[in-house]
């Protein structure tokens, strides 16, 4: 356990001074701030993808493909479940209610602290740390959803998502499915999507990615990147041959048309004409409960679909 934090504690060094240098270099040459955040960010990335593929990948060296089964319905996994003291924010009430809409042939069961554990089988240290709050919901969540479809297969959808839409049949289809970052994020450190997950049972890249996943959490008490998760997946289809070609396989699709309501444009005056457009873009939109107190939503986006547009 030791050793491994001082593994961690020399990368998470490693990339500070590196991303100093290339700010410092940057700042000397006069060059567009910008292009030096996001190649700052990037070589960020690719070193914590690097440390992952190091330290995790062996545990994947011997893991079979298993036999790809359907269980019949299959289920679409969610998981919400309130602090004390709070109650669900209306967008997230009425982006459960779309998704009980669009499930089409699926089943749907959104869990919680209570139940998830009735379908999971996530090692006792995970929950350990998880009780203990060294584990985040976030990243706890991150976990949950790859032991689901390992489990059971199916498709998490994170419970912020708003459907607008049944899952397209050529993404049902696929063994294993994931959204990659593009343009509109402006940010492709992350390299992947991982608020929507499409496994099989028995998928080999759903096992793998999540074997080096809770092998990180036996010796740790606390995440080394917010992306991690994400950048796990990375290091799995950039270094294992096995993982690697399964991924060029699966269809390689921007996660731009998720992003329509990114930002600042959930609080945009509503105009129906573009919700049209907007509901076009992909079979659902990433939302965010996580706005601005002091602020008159009368008329807006996050309004509107708080309120249950169709």
């Given amino acids: 356990m030791v050793s491994m934090n001082c593994s961690r504690k020399i990368t998470k060094l490693h990339i500070k001074i590196s991303v100093f240098i290339i700010r410092f270099k940057g700042w000397l040459q006069g060059r567009d701030r910008k292009k030096t955040k996001l190649q700052s960010e990037l070589l960020k990335a690719e070193l914590w993808t690097d440390y992952y593929a190091r330290k995790y990948l062996f545990v994947t060296e ?48 959104v869990l919680d602290k209570s139940t998830f554990g009735n379908y999971s089988d996530l090692p006792a240290y995970v929950l350990d740390k998880f009780n203990k709050g060294q584990i985040g919901y976030a990243h706890f969540s991150d976990l949950l959803r790859l032991n689901l479809l390992k489990n059971h297969g199916g498709i998490w959808l994170d419970a912020t998502a708003y459907m607008t839409d049944f899952v397209p049949a050529y993404i049902v289809e696929e063994d294993f499915f994931v959204l990659l970052t593009d343009k509109l994020t402006q940010y492709p450190y992350s390299f992947m999507q991982n608020c929507f997950i499409r496994a099989k049972k028995g998928s080999f890249l759903c096992d793998a990615w999540y074997q080096m996943c809770i092998e990180y959490w036996k010796d740790e008490t606390e995440i080394s990147d917010y992306f991690q998760h994400q950048l796990m997946f990375k290091a799995l289809i950039s270094n294992q041959s096995k993982g690697k070609a399964l991924f060029k396989l699966m269809p390689q699709i921007s996660e731009d048309g998720i992003h329509q309501l990114e930002g600042d444009n959930l609080l945009k005056k509503f105009e129906a004409s573009e919700w049209e457009r907007i509901k076009k873009a992909f079979f659902f939109q990433k939302t965010t409960y996580k706005v601005p107190v002091a602020f008159d939503y009368s008329g807006t986006y996050f309004a509107e679909l708080s309120k249950g547009r169709a």
């Avoid at 790809?68 to 709070?86: K, L, S, Y």
């Avoid at 982006?95 to 042939?105: C, E, I, M, R, Y």
Wanted: net charge neutral; aromatic share 10%.
């Fill in 62 to 109: 011997n893991l079979e493909q298993k036999e790809i089964t359907v269980e019949a319905p299959e289920t679409i996994w969610q998981f919400w479940d309130n602090p004390v003291g709070r109650t669900t924010p209306e967008i997230v009430k009425s982006s459960l209610k779309t998704v009980h809409k669009f499930k089409g042939n699926f089943d749907l069961k």
